[in-house]
């Protein structure tokens, strides 16, 4: 297959193109600046090189600004919604206007469509939380609806944390823990849904594939687990105590309450049901299993 990716270099990105590479597919990254083997695009700019979308078999749709860079100012909280929402629409509205249209459109999603539930189980038949975070998934999936107007299955994968060494949570997470610095982040009930690298590649690819996926899927492990538990887990990995709390008053200061609040205190217990129905199985189903094949370190 031909696959065009945006956000192709980042995290998710960057492994979903290698693994498409590895099984004898076409990766074709959206980019900002030309590039032999990329198509080049420029969402703010309403700028989109149409031509190269012909006749490709699929489109996976990453790109956005980071939601944990900085503090929640006005400002940042419009940048945010606007690098989905402008950039979705923009390959939306182009794929929906080829002659040869790809079969498929993958338009990235997050949990946070569903707020902050508690010890709630969550599926992709749940409600709409409430919220900021919810307020852009919301608008981000709507802006995809001319692709699937024009007949083009749409599908939105609704990612929770993403592990991997080599970023995100987990990467800012290692040196605190490693130093035996590491614990639970406020109460320690709230629930995190993650899913490990490995089956967030996976998972997409099986987004891709199967015909029968359509609208939210949610991309999360089958076994979420509370912050407490996440936390002596990879203490237990590491080999390291978990026993101080992670002080919350510093990470207020730096990034905002709002944004901690939404990120690190509120949580979602969320279950891939639609992915599951479909057959996939997840070669990390348990965060033990996950973290240990993730950093190398073998139950001994």
């Known amino acids: 297959m031909d696959v065009v990716v945006s956000g192709a270099s980042g995290l998710i990105g960057t492994a979903l193109c290698a693994e498409l590479e590895r099984t ?21 700019q ?11 078999d699929a489109v996976v749709h990453l790109a956005g600004a980071p939601i944990a860079g900085s503090k929640w100012t006005p400002a940042q909280k419009a940048r945010i919604l ?54 852009v998934v919301e608008q981000w999936e709507q802006v995809a609806h001319p692709a699937s107007d024009a007949g083009i299955r749409v599908v939105h994968p609704r990612t929770g944390i993403v592990l991997s060494p080599k970023g995100g949570v987990l990467q800012q997470l290692l040196l605190p823990f490693k130093l035996g610095l590491g614990g639970k982040q406020g109460p320690g009930t709230q629930y995190m849904s993650w899913i490990s690298i490995d089956d967030e590649v996976g998972a997409l690819i099986e987004l891709v594939n199967n015909g029968e996926l359509v609208g939210p899927v949610n991309l999360t492990a089958p076994n979420p687990v509370t912050n407490a538990e996440f936390a002596r887990t990879l203490g237990t990995v590491l080999g390291r105590p978990t026993v101080l709390p992670t002080p919350m008053l510093p990470l207020k200061l730096r990034f905002g309450p709002e944004l901690v609040q939404s990120l690190l205190l509120d949580g979602q217990r969320v279950l891939p049901a639609r992915l ?24 001994g």
Do not use: C
């Open 82 to 135: 606007e690098s989905r929402t402008k950039g979705t629409a923009l390959l939306a509205d182009t794929l929906a206007g080829l002659q040869q249209r790809p079969k498929v459109m993958v338009s990235a999603s997050a949990i946070g469509y569903y707020g902050n539930r508690g010890d709630e189980i969550i599926t992709e038949e749940s409600d709409r939380g409430a919220g900021y975070l919810a307020d």
């Open 276 to 299: 599951q129905a479909a057959g996939y199985e997840f070669r990390a189903p348990d965060l033990e299993g996950a973290l240990r094949s993730l950093l190398g370190k073998p139950a």
């Open 24 to 44: 004898g597919h076409r990766a074709i990254p959206l980019l900002r600046v030309s590039r032999a083997g990329g198509l080049r695009w420029d969402p703010e």
């Open 46 to 56: 309403g700028i989109i090189e149409a031509a190269g979308l012909e006749g490709v």
